[in-house]
């Protein structure tokens, strides 16, 4: 059961964090979260990201996203 649970709330962690803002690190550029990209072989996430600092978007992956500060909206 408890594995269930575990899997389940991963499952749900990127689809809850698409159009959501963070920053890399405590005083670096902000970014927000738009997508999705795929599951890669060592188990992360790859996610799509918006970085407003130099206006692209780029593949960052869920692990680090999971690290970084929420930002303010």
């Known amino acids: 059961m ?3 649970r ?3 709330t991963h499952r749900t ?3 809850s964090l698409v159009n959501t803002y ?3 690190g ?3 550029p902000a970014y927000q979260i ?3 990209i795929r599951k ?3 188990g992360d996430i790859l996610m799509k990201i918006h970085v407003f600092e130099s ?3 780029v593949e960052y992956p869920l692990s680090n996203i999971l690290n970084d500060p929420l930002e303010a909206n």
């Open 22 to 24: 963070r920053r890399f």
């Open 13 to 15: 962690i990127p689809e």
């Open 26 to 28: 405590r005083f670096g």
């Open 6 to 8: 575990v899997t389940k």
């Open 34 to 36: 738009l997508g999705i």
């Open 2 to 4: 408890l594995n269930q």
């Open 40 to 42: 890669l072989d060592s």
């Open 55 to 57: 206006n692209e978007d």
